[in-house]
């Protein structure tokens, strides 16, 4: 049974950086034909899509995301990061990491998901920006 479970610090102030990780257990990020994603869900809004990293390493961003995001992973810890720079209260959300098996590559200026797309979810980690 995979599981994914994420952290992060929970309050930030505006242009720092904001780092989460993901750490996954009872499945490999290098399973074969895997992708592993971050999510946030801002108050009131629909699932957004950040970005994605592939079993293969090769990682993907929603357009929107490309400049500030960068999605990374620890093999060795079996665990998906993501760092977003400068961030501003828009960016106060609940944070997921998510997995499937397939490819999910969206590259689009707004990428919505639902919880269908993906297999596996973490419970979300709430990220304020506040000053």
């Known amino acids: 049974q995979v599981q994914l479970q994420e952290s992060g610090p929970g309050l930030l102030k505006p242009s720092q950086t904001l780092s989460l990780i993901c750490t996954i257990s009872?499945?490999?990020?290098?399973?074969?034909?895997?992708?592993w994603v971050w999510i946030r869900q801002p108050p009131g809004k629909g699932l957004e899509l950040i970005a994605t990293?592939?079993?293969?390493?090769?990682?993907y961003y929603s357009d929107s995301f490309k400049v500030r995001a960068a999605i990374a992973r620890v093999t060795s810890k079996n665990q998906v990061t993501l760092q977003l720079s400068s961030v501003t209260p828009e960016d106060t959300a609940v944070y997921f990491c998510?997995?499937?098996?397939?490819?999910?590559?969206?590259?689009?200026?707004?990428?919505?998901?639902?919880?269908?797309?993906?297999?596996?979810w973490g419970q979300g980690t709430q990220v304020t920006v506040a000053s």
């Open positions: 998510a997995g499937r098996k397939g490819y999910y590559i969206c590259l689009d200026n707004v990428c919505s998901v639902s919880k269908s797309d993906f297999t596996w």
């Open positions: 009872g499945g490999s990020i290098e399973m074969e034909d895997s992708s």
């Open positions: 990293i592939t079993d293969r390493g090769s990682a």
